[in-house]
């Protein structure tokens, strides 16, 4: 753990600042171009090991749910989270390329897990990964 507390998400939206409209262009043209994963679509601690992943890793369930509640930071997760629901004929690879696809997985998997029953994020391991959530995040999660 990285000792931050669930309240600690000024770091995303410093983060979200200077790109987010640029990265809402790239999702509405069914590609990712530039480098913003980490703090668009976060994921638990524990299973990026660079850098970037350890400062935006989201270190337990109650700050994904705190990131969730978030005016801001909740509903541009929603907004980006719906425009890649929204890309037809394009798998999660297409989208993202590697890493970032299973990156997308575990930040879904993540949230999908906090918010409860039926939610966009779901949607998202649905459609991109056949409804399979990912194993090392829920294991994470549990550990939180």
Avoid at 115 to 130: I, Q
Wanted: charge should be neutral; aromatic fraction near 12%; glycine fraction near 10%.
């Amino acid at each position: 753990m990285t000792g931050r507390d669930a309240g600690d998400l000024q770091r995303f939206i410093d983060a979200q600042r200077p790109l987010y409209d640029r990265l809402l262009c790239e999702l509405r043209g069914g590609q990712k171009r530039t480098h913003w994963m980490w703090f668009i679509f976060p994921q638990i601690e524990g299973l990026g090991h660079s850098a970037m992943a350890q400062k935006y890793a989201i270190a337990s369930r109650e700050e994904a749910a705190a990131y969730l509640r978030h005016p801001l930071l909740g509903g541009r997760l929603e907004e980006c989270t719906a425009l890649v629901n929204a890309i037809a004929d394009k798998s999660v690879y297409e989208i993202f390329g590697s890493p970032d696809d299973m990156k997308f997985g575990s930040s879904m998997t993540l949230f999908a897990q906090v918010a409860k029953g039926h939610s966009l994020f779901k949607e998202a391991v649905e459609k991109y990964f056949g409804g399979r959530f990912d194993d090392a995040t829920l294991a994470r999660i549990e550990r939180s």
